[in-house]
């Protein structure tokens, strides 16, 4: 939907709304919506979409990554050069470490349930 009123205070400030719904045979639909200053149109629509999706994936990753044991902060702190930088890669490397070790490796993978059953 192109021009769309924000709300009822601001019924002069329009956006563009867009409400995707995927669903893959066998599986439970997946939707998501989003807001842009794009017209949206037949020709466009799809490349909004794969867009806006992908932007949502990157934030998924840094959500990720504050909230799932890795205690990703905003910022680490003020140090005097390049500390806040390098905290994050080095939580970055972490991450990909576990990553690759949920690939490669079973036992990793069965750890979760090994230390909740002691």
């Given at each position: 939907?192109?021009?769309?009123p924000l ?39 799809q490349n ?34 390049h ?36």
């Amino acid at each position: 939907m192109n021009q769309q009123p924000l709300n009822q205070a601001n019924p002069d400030l329009k956006i563009n709304f867009l409400w995707c719904e995927i669903q893959a045979p066998g599986e439970q639909p997946a939707i998501f919506s989003g807001v842009t200053d794009w017209e949206i149109n037949d020709s466009n629509v799809q490349n909004i979409a794969r867009s806006g999706r992908s932007r949502w994936q990157i934030e998924d990753t840094f959500n990720s990554l504050k909230n799932r044991g890795y205690q990703l902060e905003h910022n680490y702190g003020h140090g005097k050069e390049h500390l806040a930088t390098v905290f994050l890669f080095l939580t970055m490397l972490a991450a990909l470490v576990d990553q690759m070790e949920l690939i490669a490796c079973s036992l990793f993978k069965r750890a979760p349930q090994m230390i909740g059953s002691l």
